[in-house]
């Protein structure tokens, strides 16, 4: 049963400390997207990769987050310095190679709980 | 600009229908919907293209109103495990690379 994973699970920080949230894609999918979930703003598109290449990260703030893809099996997202305001679910997700991101399924990880205190 | 859905919230009875709807006020390309239990991440339902086209899935149906740009998932004969928060994802035909997701809709199903 192929899954998308995400480490860690949980994570509890100081403001001003770095985060780093990692993501296996399903083993063949080649688009991975970055969402951040939280009551106030709902499901939030922030970055999404296809073959690796950064397609769009409009929705991720410049100054403090990062996302990389140093290979097809893994998907960072970075956070320097840290914010409380950051505290919120990050899911990964996943497609298979399709025709277009619009008509894909997106596989999600169980995401990562981040608390900055 | 974020898909408004309605209702919020709605409590059924098992075997009842609901009706969530979503809408969006730009041109869809696709609409996609998931099913979010607590704690855990979403789940995907289906997706509908542009063309008015109606799909389902077991009891659960959809169908899209391109000239609306709305689109409703039907629940039918509602059990249990429908309980969960629903979202809706609208991809715009200006960038349909893009997908952007309503606020939920939390349906609950009791005995």
């Known amino acids: 049963d192929a899954r998308v994973t995400q480490t860690p699970r949980h994570k509890v920080t100081e403001m001003g400390q770095e985060v780093t949230m990692r993501c296996q894609p399903i083993l063949g999918h080649n688009t991975v997207f970055w969402y951040r979930q939280t009551m106030m703003q709902g499901l939030e598109l922030l970055a999404y990769f296809r073959n690796r290449a950064p397609l769009d990260d409009s929705g991720m703030p410049k100054d403090r987050f990062s996302a990389e893809m140093p290979d097809a099996t893994l998907a960072t997202l970075k956070i320097q310095p840290s914010e409380p305001r950051d505290s919120a679910v990050y899911f990964c997700?996943?497609?298979?190679?399709?025709?277009?991101?619009?008509?894909?399924?997106?596989?999600f990880g169980p995401g990562t709980r981040l608390t900055v205190l | 600009q974020q898909p408004v859905q309605s209702p919020q919230a709605v409590i059924l009875r098992e075997g009842e229908d609901a009706v969530i709807n979503c809408s969006s006020s730009k041109a869809l390309y696709s609409v996609h919907w998931y099913r979010q239990k607590h704690g855990e991440a979403p789940v995907f339902l289906m997706i509908l293209l542009k063309g008015g086209e109606q799909k389902g899935h077991e009891k659960i149906s959809a169908s899209f109103n391109e000239k609306k740009q709305q689109s409703s998932l039907y629940l039918t004969a509602s059990q249990l495990s429908y309980s969960g928060t629903y979202f809706c994802?609208?991809?715009?035909?200006?960038?349909?690379?893009?997908?952007?997701f309503g606020t939920g809709t939390r349906l609950q199903v009791t005995l």
């Open positions: 994802g609208t991809a715009p035909v200006q960038d349909a690379s893009k997908l952007t």
């Open positions: 997700a996943s497609t298979p190679n399709g025709p277009s991101y619009s008509t894909d399924t997106q596989y």
